[in-house]
């Protein structure tokens, strides 16, 4: 799938593009029992309490369809196009969120660009936990001059930041550049968020550093719970260009978790 320049300028100048109906009703029919699948094997009884947010890992073998969505040109493909370069398959999760989202970025640093493909398989307006995100605000100086804390900093509510609301029916897909800032609010008990992200292949040193600080995040959160980041099935996906992610990671140092 080939992006049309508007689509381009769209994400470098606003941070964000929305796919209307990226995946058919059969996709997300099988992405919604996978991801079910995937999330409840992580939690000790099988079954959410919709009182903590609740993570798991997508790219095991109890949800291969989504795993391999990482590997799909309508993923791969377009995360080449908007990041401009190669890029690698970082993650593919799911999250059962039971609060609001505050307004946050997902990156302390600018030295590297990723995108993060969101999936929410059921309905959702502004008001029931839609993504809102601050069109604009993954550049500096913009970036770095929003507050988290907008009561203080200009008198507004968290639901009233000026934002876009990604409303969405299932199927819609929304890519975001990691440091756009972004919330959600009033959504259910155990709505659910599955998620693509890539990372820019680095060929800068500071980009390089950047990744892999946020890498040993990354592996510290799954150590936390008793887990590998990449196990055998994520590893054992054999198409060209995943076998290119897996040994690229691992020359950055970055495959296996160090603590
Ligand atoms: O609550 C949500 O849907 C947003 C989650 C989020 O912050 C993210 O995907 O980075």
């Known amino acids: 799938m080939k992006l049309s320049e508007q689509q381009l300028r769209l994400f470098r100048d606003f941070g964000f593009l929305v796919f209307r109906q990226y995946l058919s009703p059969e996709e997300i029919a099988q992405y919604s029992r996978e991801f079910n699948a995937g999330l409840d094997s992580w939690l000790e009884d099988g079954k959410h309490d919709g009182k903590t947010r609740h993570y798991a890992s997508l790219m095991e073998e109890k949800s291969p369809f989504i795993a391999g969505l990482a590997d799909d040109p309508r993923f791969a493909d377009v995360a080449e196009q908007l990041l401009g370069k190669d890029v690698l398959a970082i993650a593919v999760d799911g999250n059962y969120h039971v609060d609001d989202t505050l307004w946050h970025p997902d990156t302390g640093s600018l030295d590297y660009t ?67 800032w972004h919330a959600a609010f009033g959504g259910a008990r155990s709505r659910r968020q599955g998620v693509v992200v890539y990372y820019e292949d680095p060929d800068t040193p500071s980009a390089r550093t950047a990744i892999q600080q946020q890498m040993r995040g990354n592996h510290r959160a799954f150590a936390s719970v008793g887990r590998q980041m990449y196990g055998p099935h994520w590893r054992s996906i054999d198409t060209p260009r995943h076998q290119r992610w897996i040994r690229r990671l691992a020359e950055l140092d970055v495959l296996e978790t160090d603590i």
């Open 114 to 180: 990723a995108v993060k493909f969101c999936i929410y398989p059921d309905p959702l307006t502004a008001d029931s936990g839609a993504l809102r995100v601050i069109p604009g605000s993954h550049r500096d100086p913009f970036h770095s001059q929003i507050s988290r804390e907008p009561e203080t900093a200009y008198n507004l509510a968290q639901t009233d930041v000026p934002a876009y609301a990604f409303e969405s029916q299932p199927g819609d897909v929304l890519a975001f550049n990691v440091a756009l």
